[in-house]
């Protein structure tokens, strides 16, 4: 655990906010904004989550202000329970914490390599057919680059400018991960569907390729809603 490592980014100064991202269950990304003038040493009060029966404590790693709101600290963190001071058996990221310490007992050492491939587009909308099934429909600034023709996998693989609408885009994400000192390593338009994107990480650790993994889809989403 790493409240030192927060003291220390707390006191280089302007920070108001820290942001603490964890994890329930499902694996579903949570967070919990604390002021910056708490005293976190009081862990369990001040970091307290369902009712009070849980709390979190920072990871040594992802540490960082977030760009776009650089008042606030973003602190990944994992979830203790009141007795002892034991791991929640409910915290997704411990069962890659036992990995990593089993392996080192092992002798090993692991590192990942983290790649990400997704969709970007303007508006969508359900429609249905006449045997009422659902279908996506989605849009994207791509589109007109091409008419009404369809990409091919060799058409839309690593496809130039001006195709290519979102690689500015995919160059904000890249900035945005550098701030919370995770690095791209290459980024490309992907095969197939207009509007596809592939954005690869360094290799890194076990448990710091699973943060970044969770932080990349962060930051692409926060991304593009600006």
């Not at 970007?120 to 279908?135: A, G, P, Q, Y």
């Not at 600034?141 to 609408?165: I, K, L, M």
Request: aromatic residues 12%; charged residues 25%; contains cysteine.
């Amino acid at each position: 655990m790493s409240f030192k490592k927060l003291y220390d980014e707390i006191n280089k100064g302007g920070v108001k906010w820290v942001d603490f991202h964890f994890f329930d269950a499902h694996c579903t990304l949570k967070h919990l904004t604390v002021n910056a003038d708490e005293n976190f040493d009081d862990y369990v009060n001040v970091l307290a989550i369902n009712e009070g029966k849980e709390f979190l404590k920072p990871q040594r790693f992802g540490m960082a202000k977030i760009p776009w709101d650089p008042d606030t600290l973003r602190a990944v963190a994992q979830v203790f329970t009141g007795k002892e001071d034991e791991h929640s058996l409910l915290d997704p990221t411990y069962i890659l914490t036992r990995a990593v310490m089993d392996l080192n007992n092992l002798g090993y050492d692991a590192s990942v390599s983290t790649s990400t491939t997704f969709h970007t587009f303007e508006s969508s909308f359900i429609s249905k057919n006449v045997f009422n099934e659902e279908s996506a429909n989605v849009q994207t600034s791509e589109q007109p680059q091409h008419g009404n023709s369809v990409w091919t996998d060799r058409d839309g693989q690593y496809a130039s400018q001006p195709h290519d609408v979102f690689n500015n885009f995919r160059k904000q994400i890249a900035e945005a991960m550098a701030a919370f000192n995770y690095n791209v390593q290459r980024h490309h338009h992907a095969d197939d569907a207009f509007g596809k994107q592939r954005i690869t990480l360094v290799d890194l650790g076990v448990e710091e390729a699973a943060d970044a993994f969770a932080l990349l889809k962060y930051v692409i989403k926060n991304v593009a809603a600006f």
